[in-house]
Every structure is written in structure tokens, then in C-alpha cells.
């Protein structure tokens, strides 16, 4: 066996390489393969074997741990009747959208008191891994010259048809992931359940408290947790929802501890993680710090201001905008405080260290000498047109009127046909018809005017589509952002896809004439094409270059210095993290400790405040320390926790495990000192912020009133 195949990302491969070790090491590890981690764990206070992690023939861990909606959160088994817990905010559409102005369940919580008063949620789905497999051997070597186009197409035909294999006279569902830039492959094999029904959550004025305000903060107050269920047929099989199912029957569930934690103890983070890009270029921090990431800030933050004076004025707003404002919101602060981090810890002149060290060492080297050249005329041809898409992307079809606005100028041609528009037409009517439930025409007006006017001032002109000129003509009002004001009132004014009566009117008699006169459909259909046609081959020929060169550098690190690749980026695959409760130093003569109490949420607390207000019994069950089997030694409800595991976007709800495999507490959030931690793993400040959950059971027994502890297996 060559060297390459000893060292070529050993965390895939599964075979051990000698490398120093320390209990603040990173890392989000395969859980079949964590085996070679088990001794540094039990130096860190684990008291399992890895077997008890995963195992195909026996239940483990993996067996109650859940992926959320195809992977945007986590979720953890905590009973024998399929009972799941998650975090608030991964709930949050769903109680969002099951809440009505007269039964409003997101901001006065909700509890069902028996299996018959538990809410289906419709289009909520969870996934059970089965096994994961290696295939890189069966893949690796039918892609040998092969151009990056034709590789991407010969990956995706391999992939279906393992998976077609693993899962044949099954009810599985597959498929193969690309770790390391496609340096290795794994088959994952899924379990499905369709029919996920909401048992219970607090009032979002505990599982948000903070607001954004505290979000990617800590000390955190949060009570970041809802409850589901997982229903199956009478087989204990994955099946849609229906009447006749009944509560699912798990291989394992986590038993749930109320022993408490202390610094030091071990932590280990089972879930989901999405994305995080360990060996980015300095080329790639250079391109984001100054021109990506303060594009999403600012097209985000006009879209926030612009839903939040609507929400504001109604219930029904709302509602209706609130689980879309929660989204967007998260992800404007995390850009904003990647920025600050990324300066502040310098990451661009460790990563030119990095480079320079690796071009040392690949002069020579036929495969790796002179790759970093190509990626500088790769960076040199994309940058330009960087920032167009994102703000085409973050901004003018961030607009709500896109969902119905796009597939009618995607489907421009077939608008032409009178037969293939009616059926077009009878496909749009129930997207139409949930699409106004929630459509607000004030502030999507807004989002048109103000997302064209950064576009107009911050995007090269020779860029611009014909459609702006054409705008500031016909609705000439002294300024372009006048200009632009009344441009939109016009277009909401008068568009098809801007009122349920015309829109209603189009689809039974759709017509491309109609719509070639239609402000909207111009404006989206004019940027989209004015995309395509001059900009989109920029985009494509840069990811395809960022890739192929990213897929040489892994690999000649691994070669360079195995240590420098321990385990493979994240990528929505099941991983497994461990590490320790632990506090930190943010600033000089400043210092977090590892928990918060119920006592830090009353002294947060501000009467009737959007992030800061309390239910009334919250207040009256605080005064009269009626705090159950739920306090610590001191006498306090501990309500959060930080420990040193790594995680990233999609562990939200994750279950976070004492060194027994026992529930302590939900992972919801990073840390804003270590913001860019999905670039950087920074060992002196990256946090991983938990609810415990002593709080998670004090808040549905004694807040919520329900009897739901007693289904759970709790261990004092």
C-alpha cells in the first residue's frame, strides 16, 4: 500500500496515523469510524465503548438521533414511543405555520395532553441512518481522466445506482456523498418518517428569548426546545401520515440526566452538521471579508427592516412573516460576526503561512507545484462579477412575488403553447394558493425598491440589465431611489403575481402576451437572462476550478503533513463531536463561566419587550422557587451551558451527551468570539452553546403543565 493510500484522508479510510492530541482538539468525525479516536475520548472522561456509538448489527447511538427535514437541524429520540426532541427555532416554522391569529400557539405555547391532541405537521419529514459505507474504491477509479464536468455526471450515475442497490426490496432510501472535494465517497442509507406531529412547545418568549439580541451570544438565556413525535405504520415502518399509525418504536432512545455537569466533564455532540470549509484559501477569506459577505449583510438587513415594520402592526403579520424573519435573521448576524472574526483572529495570514509552507514543499512535484498559480487566475477571473450574484441572489429575488414570478419566466416558451400553459397553469394553483396565505404586499414592495437601488449603486454599471435604464426612464421621480419607489408601487400595483383575484384570472387563461407586459415578469426575467447570458459562465468556471484545484491541495496536505487533515469537512452527514464543559476568557480581565441560571433570565427580563418578556406564571413559578426536582445545588434552575465541541449549522437540536451516552442538554448556537469557526477552529475560543436540560424539563413540567417527564427514562 503507497503512501498515499496510508495518509489520503485517514479519517475516511479509517486507519490511524500518529499525530499529538489534546482535549481541545477539533474535529466532526464519522461515527463508524470513531473507533480510532476511543482512546483519546476515554483520556477525556468517556465511559463508553465506540460500539456504543454505532453499530450496524446492534443498537447504538445512531439509532436515536434523527435528521431533521433532509438536514437542516437535528433531533434526538428520548423515549420508547418515539417521542423527539429539537430545538425551538428548527420547530419554529412548523409552529409558526400551525398557529392562527385565534389560536396562536407560537407566542402562547402549546401542550398536547394525550397522542389524539398532537398536531401533524404536513411536509415534515425525519431520516434514520441505517449504515454508511465506503465506496471510495468503487468510484475513485472509474473518474480517471475524466474533466470536471463529465466527473460531477459520472459521480452522480455511480451514486444512484449503488444506491439503487442498497436499497433494492427495501423501504430505504440512499445515497453518496462527496467528502474532501471529492477525494472520497460514502454510501448513507436512510430510514424515512413522514408522519412527524408537534407534542409540544414553550411560548417563543422562552425558546427565543433574546431575540437577536442575544443570538450567537453567550451568557445565553435561551430555552431553545420544542417536542415532536415520530408516527409509524402498524410495522414500525416509515409511511405518510394517517390516522391509523401509531407512535414509533425506536431501536434506541436517550435516557435523560438531571445529575448535572461541571467543568472538565465530557461532551460528546451527536447530529447533523452542514457546511464548513476548513482549508479555504486565503484567497477565498480575502474575497468573502471584503466583498461576499458584506453584500448577503446588507441585502439581508433590507429585508429584515422592511418585515419587520409590517410584522409589528398585526398578529396575522406576523405569523405569517415570522418564520422566514427568523431564518434570515440568523444568517445575517452569522455573516456580520464571520467578518469581525475573521479579521480579528488574523485567519488570512494564517492561511498565506499555510500556502507558503505547501508551495515549499509541492516544488518538484509534478501533481502540486504551481496549483496555486492557476487559483489566483481562477480568483482573478471570477472576483468581478462576485458580488453581481450576490446580490441578484440575496437581494432582487429575495422579493417573496419570486416563488410565483420565476417558474412563469422559466417557463416562458411554454407559455407560447396553449395546451402546455393550461397544464403549467393547474400545477401553479395550490403553490398560488398557499403563496397568498402569507403574502404581504407592503413589505415586499419595499424589498423591490430598496434591493434594486444596492444593486444600482454597488453593482459596475456596464453590468446592469436593460431593465434598469428602462425603469429609470419610464419612472423618472429625480432620484433613482425615487425612481425605484415608484417603479414598485407600480408593479405591485398591477402584476398578476401580486393579487390573488388577477392571479387567479391569468391561470384560466394563461398567456405569454399577459405577461410580457407584466412589470414583474419583465424585471425578474431581464436580470435572470442578463445573468445567464454574460455572468453565470464566470460562476461555473470558477467552482469548477475551486474544486478541482481544492480536491488536488487536500490531497497533497495529506501527503505534506497527515496531521493537518484528521477528519473531512462537514457536509449534512452524520458526525459525531467530543470535548469537555468549559468556560473562557473573551477579553482581557473579562470571564464567561460555563452555565446560566433561571435567575439570569429574570434579570434580562423587560415587561411586554419583543426579546425579553416572560409568561406570567414563568414570574410566578421564579417567586415562589417552585422549581421542582429541577434545581441545582445552589438552588437555581440551570438554563444553558458551553462546552469546547465543534459544531456548525444543522446540529441545531443536537443531542449533547455526558460521558455515558446520557441526555444533557440540546446544542443551539455558537459562540460570537469564534463566528469563524466554519472556516477556523479556534481552540482558545470556540464555544458550543447548549439549553440544559434540567431547564427543558422544568419549563414543560412546570411552565407547560404537561405530565410528558413522566414517558422519558430520567436518571438522578
Known amino acids: 500500500m503507497n503512501r498515499l493510500k496510508i495518509t489520503l484522508l ?30 483519546q475520548m476515554k483520556k477525556q472522561g468517556f465511559k463508553l465503548t ?221 447530529g447533523f452538521p452542514g457546511r464548513t470549509n476548513r482549508y479555504e484559501t486565503s484567497m477565498g477569506i480575502k474575497l468573502a471579508i471584503e466583498k461576499v459577505n458584506p453584500g448577503i449583510v446588507k441585502n439581508r438587513d433590507i429585508r429584515l427592516k422592511a418585515w419587520k415594520e409590517e410584522m409589528d402592526k398585526d398578529v396575522a403579520t406576523k405569523l405569517a412573516l415570522s418564520s422566514e424573519y427568523a431564518n434570515i435573521a440568523n444568517y445575517w448576524k452569522y455573516f456580520i460576526g464571520q467578518t469581525q472574526q475573521l479579521q480579528r483572529l488574523k485567519v488570512y495570514d494564517q492561511k498565506v503561512a499555510m500556502e507558503a509552507k505547501f ?14 498559480e492557476e487559483w489566483q487566475k481562477a480568483y482573478a477571473a471570477y472576483e468581478p462579477y462576485a458580488t453581481h450574484s450576490t446580490y441578484l441572489n440575496q437581494g ?24 402546455r400553459a393550461k397544464a403549467m397553469a393547474e400545477r401553479m394553483k395550490g403553490s398560488a394558493d398557499e403563496f397568498f396565505k402569507s403574502f404581504n404586499l407592503p413589505s415586499d414592495q419595499k424589498i423591490v425598491a430598496q434591493t434594486l437601488l444596492a444593486f444600482y449603486n454597488d453593482i459596475p454599471k456596464e453590468q446592469h440589465p436593460a431593465i434598469i435604464q428602462e425603469i429609470l426612464t419610464k419612472f423618472s421621480s429625480g432620484t433613482p431611489e425615487e425612481s425605484f419607489k415608484k417603479f414598485a408601487q407600480e408593479m405591485y400595483l398591477t402584476s398578476v403575481v401580486t393579487n390573488k383575484d388577477r392571479f387567479a384570472k391569468f391561470i384560466e387563461s394563461p ?75 473573551p477579553r482581557d480581565g473579562v470571564h464567561y463561566n460555563y452555565k446560566t441560571n433561571i435567575t439570569g433570565v429574570i434579570e434580562k427580563y423587560k415587561p411586554n419587550d419583543y426579546e425579553f418578556d416572560l409568561p406570567k406564571n414563568f414570574l410566578e413559578l421564579y417567586k415562589n422557587k417552585d422549581f421542582g426536582q429541577y434545581a441545582d445545588a445552589q438552588g437555581e434552575v440551570p438554563v444553558g451551558f458551553i462546552t469546547n465541541n465543534d459544531i456548525t449549522g444543522g446540529n441545531s437540536g443536537s443531542p449533547v451527551l455526558n460521558a455515558k451516552g446520557e441526555l444533557i442538554g440540546l446544542a443551539f448556537d455558537g459562540n460570537w468570539e469564534a463566528m469563524s469557526g466554519d472556516i477556523v477552529f479556534d481552540k482558545k475560543y470556540k464555544r458550543c452553546i447548549n439549553v440544559d436540560i434540567r431547564y427543558v424539563l422544568w419549563c414543560i413540567e412546570k411552565l407547560g403543565g ?3 417527564v413522566k414517558e422519558l427514562k430520567v436518571v438522578k
Not at 470513531?34 to 482512546?39: P, R, S, V
Not at 508551495?359 to 496555486?372: L, P, S, T, V
Open 10 to 39: 485517514s479519517f475516511v479510510l479509517g486507519i490511524s496515523v500518529s499525530y499529538a492530541s489534546d482535549p481541545t482538539d477539533e474535529g466532526m468525525w464519522l461515527p463508524s469510524l470513531i473507533g480510532k479516536n476511543e482512546a
Open 511 to 585: 398567456s405569454a402576451e399577459v405577461l410580457a407586459n407584466d412589470w414583474a415578469l419583465k424585471y425578474f426575467s431581464d436580470f435572470r437572462k442578463n445573468y445567464i447570458t454574460k455572468y453565470a459562465k464566470y460562476n461555473a468556471d470558477f467552482q469548477e476550478a475551486d474544486k478541482k484545484l481544492s480536491r488536488i491541495y487536500i490531497k497533497g496536505l495529506t501527503e505534506m503533513d497527515p496531521s493537518l487533515v484528521q477528519y473531512p469537512d462537514a457536509n449534512s452527514t452524520l458526525r459525531v463531536s467530543y470535548g469537555n464543559v468549559q468556560d473562557y476568557d
Open 706 to 708: 404537561s405530565d410528558l
Open 50 to 270: 465506540t460500539k456504543d456509538i454505532y453499530d450496524i448489527n446492534n443498537a447504538s447511538l445512531k439509532d436515536a438521533i434523527v435528521r431533521m427535514g433532509g438536514g437542516f437541524c437535528t433531533g434526538e429520540i428520548v423515549s420508547d414511543k418515539g417521542l423527539l426532541f429539537t430545538n425551538h427555532h428548527c420547530g419554529y416554522d412548523a409552529i409558526a405555520t400551525l398557529s392562527t391569529p385565534a389560536d396562536n400557539i407560537l407566542d402562547n405555547g402549546f401542550w398536547a395532553k394525550s397522542n389524539a391532541e398532537e398536531r401533524a405537521v404536513e411536509g415534515l419529514f425525519i431520516d434514520i441512518l441505517v449504515r454508511m459505507e465506503d465506496v471510495t474504491d468503487k468510484i475513485m477509479p472509474e473518474l480517471k481522466g475524466l474533466s470536471e464536468k463529465d466527473r460531477a455526471a459520472k459521480v452522480n450515475q455511480l451514486g444512484n445506482e449503488l444506491s439503487k442497490k442498497a436499497t433494492d426490496g427495501t423501504t430505504y432510501n440512499a445515497s453518496v456523498r462527496e467528502f474532501a472535494k471529492g477525494n472520497a465517497y460514502y454510501l448513507f442509507v436512510f430510514e424515512k418518517f413522514s408522519d412527524i406531529r408537534l407534542v409540544g412547545t414553550p411560548p417563543q418568549s422562552i425558546g427565543k428569548y433574546g431575540g437577536d439580541t442575544d443570538n450567537w451570544e453567550w451568557p445565553r438565556h435561551t430555552g431553545d426546545f420544542s417536542v415532536f413525535r415520530i408516527y409509524a405504520n402498524k410495522d414500525n415502518k416509515g409511511a405518510d401520515y394517517s390516522q391509523e399509525n401509531v407512535p414509533y418504536k425506536p431501536k434506541k432512545f436517550l435516557p435523560v440526566s438531571l445529575k448535572g455537569i461541571k467543568p472538565g466533564d465530557f461532551t460528546m455532540v451527536f
Open 396 to 419: 432582487i429575488i429575495g422579493a417573496n412575488i419570486v416563488n410565483l414570478a420565476m417558474p412563469l419566466v422559466m417557463a416562458e416558451e411554454q407559455l407560447k403553447d396553449p395546451v
Open 359 to 372: 508551495n515549499a514543499w509541492a516544488k518538484g512535484k509534478a501533481e502540486y507545484e504551481g496549483i496555486f
